[in-house]
């Protein structure tokens, strides 16, 4: 029998990909010595909730606050997401023809789908599972400017180990590891926001927060929600450094 044709997306960072148009735990985040309650986003002072203590040897500073997403943002998720999905219906569309966020839906139950979604993070430390070359150096230079960096990703409190081994084993700075089914509980803190799904951005943008992300079939079309998608993560940072110095530019003539 004839084998059908996948077309995965393969994205190779900082290049075009050739298949877009053209056109849980929660846990406090310690900044400083001060815990920041994540399940009371209310209590936060203005100050506080978008800014992060940092003590050193001889001044205090205020470190910006990043919140990362992981899958389809620090490595592709997708294509190997395509791979599970297949194994539960054989005429699952490839990745290159999600156009909308709920593609799933109609080609296999929301069980389904997520006992796909937690066979990939269990096992996310396989030598198959590789991060974007620019990743290291996304993260290494969000760091360098000033940024505290909490990696957020929707995962079962069980993934924790798997996910820590992968992002060692990658050497991927990060400052915080948040899993949990619900990162928007971050957000009231957060100054920017880099994510693949449009309604996580969108509540991102409603909260006061900068949203950012790759641009993917599946967000495309949600684009002018108020947050802006870029082929890569150089772009993506380039994005969020030069509005970062605006915002303070503005905050010092204030």
């Not at 109609?106 to 991060?131: L, M």
């Not at 990703?153 to 820590?164: D, I, K, L």
Request: hydrophobic residues 35%; positive net charge; proline residues 7%.
């Amino acid at each position: 029998m004839k084998q059908p044709k996948i077309v995965l997306l393969n994205r190779k960072i900082g290049q075009p990909d050739t298949h877009l148009p053209s056109s849980s735990i929660s846990h406090p985040i310690f900044c400083g010595q001060n815990p920041l309650d994540t399940q009371n986003p209310s209590s936060y002072t203005p100050t506080v909730k978008k800014q992060c203590l940092v003590k050193s040897k001889n001044k205090t500073t205020f470190s910006k606050i990043a919140i990362i997403d992981i899958d389809n943002t620090l490595w592709q998720f997708s294509d190997h997401f395509y791979l599970e999905l297949r194994k539960i219906n054989s005429n699952f569309p490839t990745p290159d023809q999600w156009s909308t966020f709920d593609t799933w839906k109609g080609y296999c139950s929301e069980v389904d789908f997520i006992s796909a979604i937690n066979s990939i993070h269990h096992n996310q430390d396989s030598d198959r599972h590789k991060p974007y070359p620019e990743s290291r150096g996304f993260l290494s230079s969000l760091k360098e400017h000033g940024f505290h960096i909490i990696l957020a990703s929707h995962r079962v409190p069980e993934m924790r180990q798997p996910t820590e081994r992968w992002l060692t084993h990658h050497r991927l700075p990060y400052d915080e590891l948040h899993l949990s089914l619900d990162k928007t509980v971050l957000f009231p803190m957060a100054d920017v926001v880099v994510d693949d799904a449009p309604p996580t951005l969108e509540k991102a943008i409603k909260i006061g927060a900068r949203g950012a992300g790759l641009l993917f079939p599946w967000n495309r079309a949600y684009a002018g929600n108020g947050f802006v998608l870029f082929q890569n993560l150089n772009e993506v940072l380039d994005y969020i450094l030069k509005s970062s110095s605006r915002s303070c530019l503005s905050i010092v003539r204030k």
